[in-house]
């Protein structure tokens, strides 16, 4: 029996959920008594490739073809679903991103398989499998039992710890049969936002809110992300009104983000706002009013007026770093 991963990468390289994800799959692999598959679609190196090995993967499957470079998912179901079936699968594990979630119910209608989505920690019974995974925008709970034969779960950021489980590399590389007729999108055209960091993938995220009171009050914030190599976010008014542009709102509407670190200054955490950043391991708040919502939500706060708080961190982070 085999547990499936898809990795998912950009530019050649592994993106960190790839590794999150082949380490979730290691983790509940023990237990299932399974090996664990990954499946990589795209050109990356071998050496790349036996990353995943680090942390599991019994086999590693390698897909190269160009027609799939654009990410069809029409295409990559029926492809992970024929792996899943040869592999004798018995649960497949995606990232809880735009390209798993487009994914994972299709593959789910297509194996008549169960289908768990947004999981955010390790199972608590793996026989059977019942995973917990968030509800209300964040504000609860569930504990879903798993009970088809097949099972899908697509994985939140941060729901377990890497940890690392080397394995023998073993890639092996796979030609399938990709007719035109599976292919049902046509990419015409791809434009690059060169420059910035990914929200979505970013390790650090420093955010602003309306507390900043206008678009030309952000130096101190871009200052601050330059030196901790963060990606810069805002609350949705901030965009509405137009300070920052729409790409780089959080939240129930915006970007759903998990970074290790979110800094959020003068944001006073709406339920809205929260659901987008509620993953994030460790939060920052920075707000005057010692009665804002985002206090209950961060690990660490500090009340105060940003533009006097903001000044005070940048220079104790360029000493910490001299
Ligand atoms: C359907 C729907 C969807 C929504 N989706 C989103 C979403 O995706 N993302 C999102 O962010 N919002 C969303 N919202 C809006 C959300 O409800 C809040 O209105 C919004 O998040 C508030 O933004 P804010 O925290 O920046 O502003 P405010 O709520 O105005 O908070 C500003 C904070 O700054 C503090 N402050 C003021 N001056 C200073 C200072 N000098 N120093 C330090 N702190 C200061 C204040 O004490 C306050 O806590 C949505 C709303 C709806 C109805």
């Known amino acids: 029996m085999s547990i499936l991963v898809f990795s998912e990468n950009r ?3 592994l993106k960190k959920n790839a590794i999150e994800a082949v380490s979730y799959a290691s983790q509940i692999a023990k237990e299932n008594s399974a090996q664990v598959v990954a499946i990589s679609v795209g050109k990356l190196a071998d050496e790349e490739l036996s990353l995943l090995a680090k942390y599991g993967a019994n086999k590693i499957i390698s897909v190269t073809d160009e027609k799939l470079k654009h990410e069809d998912t029409m295409a ?3 492809l992970i679903a024929d792996i899943f079936n040869k ?3 018995k649960i497949a594990i995606f990232s809880h991103s735009n390209l798993g979630k487009a994914i994972a119910p299709r593959l789910s209608v297509k194996l008549k398989a169960g289908l768990a989505a947004g999981v955010t920690d390790l199972p608590d019974s793996a026989n059977p499998l019942v995973v917990k995974r968030k509800t209300y925008n964040g504000l609860a709970f569930l504990n879903v039992k798993v009970k088809s034969d097949k099972k899908i779960l697509t994985l939140n950021a941060n729901a377990c710890d890497i940890v690392e489980n080397p394995v023998d590399v073993n890639i092996e590389k796979l030609s399938p049969q990709i007719e035109d007729s599976m292919l049902k999108t046509k990419v015409t055209n791809v434009d690059l936002i ?3 960091i990914l929200l979505t993938e970013a390790d650090i995220v420093v955010s602003g809110g309306r507390g900043l009171k206008s678009g030309d009050n952000w130096k101190p914030l ?3 992300a ?9 609350s949705r008014p901030v965009s509405d009104e137009g300070w920052r542009p729409h790409d780089e709102h959080v939240g129930q509407t915006g970007k759903i983000i998990a970074p290790t670190l979110y800094i959020a200054v003068g944001i006073s955490g709406a339920i809205q706002h929260i659901g987008g950043v509620s993953a994030s391991k460790i939060m920052v708040a920075i707000d005057k009013d010692k009665d804002a919502a985002i206090f209950s939500y961060a690990d660490y706060g500090i009340v105060g007026d940003a533009f006097k708080v903001l000044p005070r961190l940048i220079e104790s982070v360029k000493k910490f770093k001299s």
């Open 226 to 234: 330059d030196l901790l190599g963060a990606g810069l976010a805002c």
């Open 76 to 78: 990559y179901t029926k």
């Open 194 to 196: 060169i420059g910035k």
């Open 222 to 224: 871009e200052e601050l």
């Open 87 to 89: 592999e004798n699968g």
């Open 11 to 13: 530019n050649g390289k």
